[in-house]
C-alpha cells in the first residue's frame, strides 16, 4: 500500500495569501518531496493566519490534521519550514508531542526529522525555540515602530480598519463624505430621543453598510460609535510597555456641542437602565428630574392608601438595601442623601406645563431662553442650523412615507401583495 504525504501550508497573513504565490510555492515543493518519495498526497490548506494568534482555537485545518494523527491515517507530515506549524512555543509541544506519540516523521525542505530519535528532537526543540524568539522580536520591532512613528507624525493611521465615517488615504484617516454623514445622523436621532434599536432600523432601512460591508448593524456597534471620542478629531494611542500615551489627530466629524448632548443622553439612559421596566404607572416628569444634593434621577411614588403622590429622590432608600443592614440597625434622618422633602405630582406637573405653555406662547421669550443657553452667538446660531436641517429631513421623510403608503396601497387593491403583509408593512 503507497504511503501518504500530507502537506501542510500556511501564510502569516491574509495579503501572502490573496497574493498566492508563497502557498503556490509551498504545495508544489510538498508535491516534489512526495514525488521523491514515491508516496501520493494530500494538501492540507490553512490559508492566511497571522502569527499574532498562534494557538489552535484559530487553526481548524492544524486540528482536523491531528485529529487525523491521533486516529493513526497521518505518518508522514510536510511543512515548508519548521514555524510554518507554529512558533508558539505551547502549540509547538502539542504538534511536537502529538507526532513523537504516533510515529510521524516530519519532513521540511531543510530536512527530516524522526523525533523518536534522541539528535532529530533535539534539532527540533532548538528550531522551535529560535522560531519563537524571532516571532517575539518581529512583535517587539512592530510596536516600537508604530509609536515611534505616531511621536514623529501624530496624523498617521497605524493599520487596521479605519473607524466608521474614515478611510484610508496616504496612511491618514480623511473623512469618507457618504459615512460621515450617517454618523452625525446616529448622533442626531439619538440626541432626539431615539433608541439604539431604533436607530438600528433606519440604517438598515437606508441599507447602510457596516464596517465590515455587512448588510445590517448590530446594537453594539451603534453604541460603539456613539461614545467614541475620535470623532471630536483626536484619539489616544497607549503603549503599555512604555507606559506612553500618544495623541493623535484626524479630522472631525462633529460639533462639541452634539457630541455632550449625546454624552448627556448616554448618562441619563445608563442611570435609567433597570429601573424603567420597574415602574408600572406613568409619571410626566420622571425622566426629566434629578435631585440637586446628589444628582439621583428623581423617583415617583403613587400609594392612594397612603396619601402619597409624589416625585421624591430614591438615593437613601437604594443604598439602605445596598448596605444591607443588621435588624438591630435603625435607619437614621439626615442619613445620605440630603434631599429631606418631595414633591407633589399633581401641583409639580402642572406648574411645569403651565411654565412650558407660557413660554411657547411667546417667541420673544423662547428666544432669549433658547439664547441662554448657548456660550456663544455661534453656538447658538450652529444649534438653530442644526434644528431647521433636522425639520427639513422630518418633512422629506413624511413625504416618502406617504408616497409608499400610496404605492402600498395600489399593490394591494391591484391584488399585487398579500393582506397580511401589506398590514404588517402599513403598520
Given at each position: ?5 500530507h502537506?501542510?501550508t500556511?501564510?502569516s ?7 498566492g ?8 515543493l510538498?508535491?516534489?518531496?512526495a ?10 490548506n490553512?490559508?492566511?493566519?497571522s502569527?499574532?494568534?498562534e494557538?489552535?482555537?484559530n487553526r481548524?485545518v492544524?486540528?482536523r ?7 493513526g491515517?497521518?505518518?508522514h ?9 507554529s ?6 509541544q ?9 510515529g ?9 526529522y ?6 532529530d528532537?533535539?534539532?527540533k526543540t532548538?528550531?522551535d525555540?529560535m ?6 522580536m ?6 516600537l515602530?508604530?509609536?515611534?512613528k505616531l511621536?514623529?507624525?501624530p496624523?498617521?493611521?497605524i ?6 465615517g474614515?478611510?484610508?488615504?496616504a496612511?491618514?484617516l480623511?473623512e469618507?463624505?457618504?459615512e ?8 442626531e ?5 431615539n ?11 437606508n441599507?447602510?453598510k ?27 494611542y497607549?503603549?503599555?510597555k512604555?507606559?506612553?500615551t500618544v495623541?493623535?489627530q ?11 448632548a ?7 439612559v445608563l442611570q435609567r437602565?433597570g ?22 434621577p428623581?423617583g415617583?411614588?403613587d400609594?392612594?392608601?397612603?396619601g ?5 429622590c430614591p438615593?437613601?432608600e437604594?443604598?439602605w ?9 435603625k ?18 406637573d ?11 406662547s411667546?417667541?420673544q421669550?423662547l ?17 438653530k ?11 422629506k ?25 401589506y ?5
Open positions: 500500500m503507497t504511503e501518504t504525504l502537506i501542510y500556511r501564510v497573513t491574509v495579503t501572502q495569501e490573496e497574493q504565490t508563497s502557498l503556490e510555492v509551498q504545495l508544489q510538498g508535491i516534489t518531496k514525488k521523491e518519495l514515491g508516496f501520493e498526497y494530500k494538501h492540507w490553512e490559508g492566511g493566519k502569527s499574532r494568534f494557538n489552535l482555537e481548524p492544524m486540528k490534521l491531528l485529529l487525523d494523527i491521533e486516529d491515517n497521518a505518518h507530515l510536510w511543512a515548508y519550514t519548521n514555524d510554518r506549524l512558533r508558539n512555543d505551547i502549540t509547538q502539542t504538534i511536537k508531542i502529538a507526532l513523537q506519540r504516533h510521524v516523521k516530519l519532513y521540511t525542505k531543510d530536512g527530516e524522526d523525533l523518536n530519535n534522541a539528535h528532537k533535539f534539532i532548538i528550531l525555540s522560531g519563537e524568539y524571532e516571532n517575539a518581529r512583535a517587539e520591532k512592530s510596536r515602530g508604530k509609536i515611534n511621536r514623529k507624525f496624523h498617521s493611521w493599520g487596521g480598519p479605519p473607524p466608521f474614515y478611510e484610508i488615504f496612511g491618514q480623511v469618507s463624505t457618504d460621515s454623514m450617517w454618523v452625525h445622523r446616529m448622533y436621532l439619538f440626541v432626539d430621543g433608541s439604539s434599536a431604533k436607530i438600528k432600523n433606519i440604517l438598515d432601512a441599507s447602510v457596516t464596517r465590515r460591508c455587512k448588510p445590517s448593524w448590530s446594537l453594539g456597534s451603534i453604541q460603539k460609535i456613539l461614545q467614541n471620542p475620535l470623532y471630536l478629531g483626536s484619539f489616544e497607549r503603549d503599555k512604555l507606559d506612553e495623541t493623535c484626524c479630522p472631525p466629524l462633529l460639533s462639541l456641542n452634539l457630541w455632550n449625546a454624552q448627556d443622553r448616554r448618562k441619563q437602565k429601573q424603567v421596566n420597574r415602574s408600572t404607572k406613568f409619571y410626566l416628569l420622571r425622566d426629566l428630574m434629578v435631585c440637586e444634593h446628589c444628582g439621583t428623581m415617583g411614588r400609594k392612594p392608601q397612603k402619597e403622590h409624589l416625585y421624591y438615593s437613601k437604594r443604598e438595601v445596598k448596605e444591607q443592614p443588621s435588624e438591630d440597625d435607619w437614621q434622618r439626615g442619613r445620605g442623601c440630603g434631599m429631606a422633602r418631595s414633591l407633589n405630582i399633581g401641583r409639580t402642572e406648574i411645569v406645563v403651565n411654565t412650558v405653555s407660557k413660554t411657547l411667546d417667541p421669550h428666544h432669549d431662553l433658547l439664547r441662554s443657553r448657548y456660550q456663544s452667538e455661534g453656538d447658538f446660531k450652529q444649534r442650523a442644526l434644528l431647521r436641517r433636522h425639520k427639513r429631513r422630518s418633512e421623510e413624511l413625504q416618502h412615507i406617504e408616497t409608499s403608503l400610496c404605492d402600498l396601497e395600489t399593490e394591494y387593491r391591484l391584488n399585487h401583495v398579500e393582506e397580511s403583509i398590514r404588517r408593512v402599513r403598520d
